[in-house]
């Protein structure tokens, strides 16, 4: 099947600092791709909708200036952590769609640690 | 979308069957019914879907009842390496461009 990278696999940083995490659809091209956020022994929470060449469409108490998401060519999304604190620490996962498929494909995850 | 109920956990033997159980009372005639699996740490790898037909491939079937109110994800002969939280999603189109919402999932512990 397709595959989708992530980068970093992990990551700490000092609180107050930003932190960005790629999204790559390797073998193929996504318009759409999905960022969620995942805690410890909790399911996973989409974040928002990240559209190539718009803007990204935010859930309902996700803060868009504090998670930046670019969508700028059909194989990368970003998502960018700015001000990060501890409560930020999380699992962050990015998920594409192939054209002429029905599932979704998941990048391996971030773990973010800000200390 | 409809929401969909899962029990929070169960067990299962090496080389037994492994049947999830999905209650999505509220579903309508235009949702498909999806199950993806997260393995410890890893991102979410999708297992299969189906509409009212049952359904079968190379990892798992799917069974959903006539009235499409419920359906059971079955593991034919679960490995140690099936130990996962599973997810029923309740999708209303079957593009790969639907947002994802998922619920609290089933924790599948298979053991020696």
């Known amino acids: 099947g397709a595959v989708v990278s992530q980068h970093p696999s992990r990551v700490i940083c000092k609180s107050g600092t930003s932190v960005k995490i790629e999204c790559r659809s390797l073998d193929f091209q996504a318009t759409t791709m999905f960022w969620y956020r995942q805690f410890p022994k909790q399911s996973l929470m989409l974040m928002a909708t990240?559209?190539?060449?718009?803007?990204?469409?935010?859930e309902q108490g996700v803060e868009k200036d504090k998670f930046l998401i670019n969508h700028a060519s059909l194989t990368l999304s970003t998502l960018t952590v700015t001000s990060a604190h501890p409560e930020d620490s999380s699992f962050y996962i990015c998920?594409?769609?192939?054209?002429?498929?029905?599932?979704?494909?998941f990048g391996p995850g971030t773990r973010l640690t800000v200390t | 979308d409809a929401k969909t109920t899962q029990p929070p956990s169960m067990d299962c033997a090496e080389g037994r069957a492994a049947n999830l159980p999905c209650n999505h009372s509220t579903i309508s005639g235009n949702e498909y019914v999806y199950w993806y699996r997260q393995i410890h740490s890893q991102g979410p790898q999708y297992i299969i879907h189906?509409?009212?037909n049952n359904e079968t491939n190379e990892m798992a079937s799917l069974i959903i009842t006539e009235d499409r109110k419920s359906s059971t994800l079955i593991l034919p002969h679960a490995t140690l390496r099936d130990t996962a939280v599973y997810y029923c999603i309740v999708l209303k189109g079957r593009y790969n461009t639907d947002k994802l919402i998922f619920g609290t999932g089933t924790r599948l512990q298979v053991f020696p």
């Open positions: 998920s594409a769609g192939e054209q002429g498929s029905y599932e979704q494909y």
């Open positions: 189906g509409l009212k």
């Open positions: 990240s559209n190539e060449g718009s803007k990204a469409t935010y």
